[in-house]
């Protein structure tokens, strides 16, 4: 721990000890039947289950809030001209412009980039022959602004030609598998541009949200398109000082005025997972009402914030030293969360995107 920082900030007071093996590397056979650790924020006590008991915790009237987000195959795999290998990691999806005459398009992108040997501005990158890459100019820590030129329509040409961008640590030699299309995105992924997925919302299926609105919960969705911030290590030791990257949500009108109308009649609001969280803190003024947002979302939640919206949260287990950790440590209690994640270490729980779930049942 280092002097002078309270515990409760030192970033030292959020590692906790994770054999490699617990970190999951394949998705469960089954979305819904992740195991499900309960806890108890007020009293610590916890609970093992699976994840299709979570319909127990719902009572007629809640909400379950979910982020829409789909992630897009965000990594490109390429050659300089010169024969070197290029990594491309697109990190805000790209809104292309196609002059309609010849389907010949560009589009600025920003993107972290790889290669053995570095890149230099006006060095041209082929991923394939009707998508290349030139690099404008080089940031700091392997960023770097490139013009994308295509034949065609970027989408399509992006969903063959990319790879999703599967976290650090899932690591496979091959990279992506043919399962990750469909496991690595929610059955509720409808609005594109997240380079990582809402992991949370993962485990539900078709079936299980039908079992949930056959109790008399609601469903309402935002969109907050996860980003490269959500991998960024925490490079600071007082906590306090780091800074989130932005990321664009959109809560809509409808979306605002169901959560408010929920709140009023005393139904319950349940967050899946720590984005959806975000979002609706980042939209909530300071009543604690929900408004419709659109924008760039840069809210940094760690323990002391003062929740205005949230208190029931369904999320996955996070990396030690993460910002999520300190976000579920803020809702629940940082010594609560440890000792809960010292549980389903040693009951062999399967952690990070793939993982299993845990829920937070705050009233």
């Given at each position: 721990?280092?002097?002078?920082?309270?515990?409760?900030?030192?970033?030292?007071?959020?590692?906790?000890?994770?054999?490699?093996?617990?970190?999951?590397?394949?998705?469960?056979?089954?979305?819904?039947?992740?195991?499900?650790?309960?806890?108890?924020?007020?009293?610590?006590?916890?609970?093992?289950?699976?994840?299709?008991?979570?319909?127990?915790?719902?009572?007629?009237?809640?909400?379950?809030?979910?982020?829409?987000?789909?992630?897009?195959?965000?990594?490109?795999?390429?050659?300089?001209?010169?024969?070197?290998?290029?990594?491309?990691?697109?990190?805000?999806?790209?809104?292309?412009?196609?002059?309609?005459?010849?389907?010949?398009?560009?589009?600025?992108?920003?993107?972290?980039?790889?290669?053995?040997?570095?890149?230099?501005?006006?060095?041209?990158?082929?991923?394939?022959?009707?998508?290349?890459?030139?690099?404008?100019?080089?940031?700091?820590?392997?960023?770097?602004?490139?013009?994308?030129?295509?034949?065609?329509?970027?989408?399509?040409?992006?969903?063959?030609?990319?790879?999703?961008?599967?976290?650090?640590?899932?690591?496979?030699?091959?990279?992506?598998?043919?399962?990750?299309?469909?496991?690595y995105q929610t059955v509720f992924a409808a609005?594109?541009?997240?380079?990582?997925?809402?992991?949370?919302?993962?485990?539900?299926?078709?079936?299980?949200?039908?079992?949930?609105?056959?109790?008399?919960?609601?469903?309402?969705?935002?969109?907050?398109?996860?980003?490269?911030?959500?991998?960024?290590?925490?490079?600071?030791?007082?906590?306090?000082?780091?800074?989130?990257?932005?990321?664009?949500?959109?809560?809509?009108?409808?979306?605002?005025?169901?959560?408010?109308?929920?709140?009023?009649?005393?139904?319950?609001?349940?967050?899946?997972?720590?984005?959806?969280?975000?979002?609706?803190?980042?939209?909530?003024?300071?009543?604690g009402r929900v408004q419709a947002r659109e924008?760039?979302?840069?809210?940094?939640?760690?323990?002391?914030?003062?929740?205005?919206?949230?208190?029931?949260?369904?999320?996955?287990?996070?990396?030690?030293?993460?910002?999520?950790?300190?976000?579920?440590?803020?809702?629940?209690?940082?010594?609560?969360?440890?000792?809960?994640?010292?549980?389903?270490?040693?009951?062999?729980?399967?952690?990070f995107s793939y993982g299993d779930a845990m829920?937070?049942?705050?009233?």
């Amino acid at each position: 721990m280092a002097e002078n920082i309270p515990l409760i900030y030192d970033i030292d007071s959020y590692r906790f000890n994770l054999p490699p093996e617990r970190i999951a590397q394949q998705p469960a056979v089954n979305r819904d039947r992740s195991r499900l650790l309960a806890l108890n924020p007020a009293t610590g006590a916890v609970s093992d289950l699976h994840f299709t008991d979570i319909v127990d915790f719902f009572s007629p009237h809640d909400l379950l809030v979910v982020n829409n987000t789909r992630v897009f195959p965000a990594r490109l795999l390429g050659r300089k001209e010169s024969g070197g290998k290029v990594e491309l990691l697109i990190l805000h999806y790209p809104q292309e412009t196609l002059p309609a005459a010849d389907k010949h398009g560009q589009v600025a992108v920003t993107g972290l980039l790889k290669s053995s040997k570095g890149c230099r501005p006006g060095q041209r990158i082929i991923f394939a022959d009707e998508l290349t890459a030139e690099v404008v100019e080089l940031y700091a820590a392997g960023k770097a602004r490139l013009q994308l030129h295509f034949q065609g329509e970027l989408a399509p040409l992006l969903d063959k030609y990319g790879q999703l961008p599967l976290p650090p640590y899932i690591r496979r030699e091959q990279g992506e598998e043919p399962q990750d299309r469909e496991r690595y995105q929610t059955v509720f992924a409808a609005a594109t541009g997240a380079i990582a997925a809402p992991t949370a919302g993962l485990h539900f299926t078709d079936e299980l949200l039908s079992a949930i609105a056959r109790k008399g919960v609601e469903r309402e969705s935002v969109t907050l398109h996860v980003g490269y911030g959500t991998f960024a290590p925490v490079r600071v030791q007082d906590i306090r000082q780091h800074r989130i990257h932005s990321e664009f949500l959109t809560v809509s009108a409808g979306t605002a005025a169901k959560i408010n109308e929920v709140r009023d009649r005393g139904g319950r609001l349940w967050a899946v997972g720590t984005t959806t969280v975000r979002a609706l803190e980042f939209a909530a003024d300071d009543a604690g009402r929900v408004q419709a947002r659109e924008g760039w979302c840069d809210l940094y939640i760690y323990p002391g914030y003062q929740f205005k919206v949230v208190r029931n949260l369904i999320t996955n287990f996070h990396l030690p030293g993460s910002s999520l950790l300190f976000m579920v440590s803020a809702l629940a209690g940082r010594e609560r969360v440890l000792a809960a994640y010292a549980h389903a270490v040693a009951r062999g729980y399967r952690f990070f995107s793939y993982g299993d779930a845990m829920i937070l049942v705050g009233g």
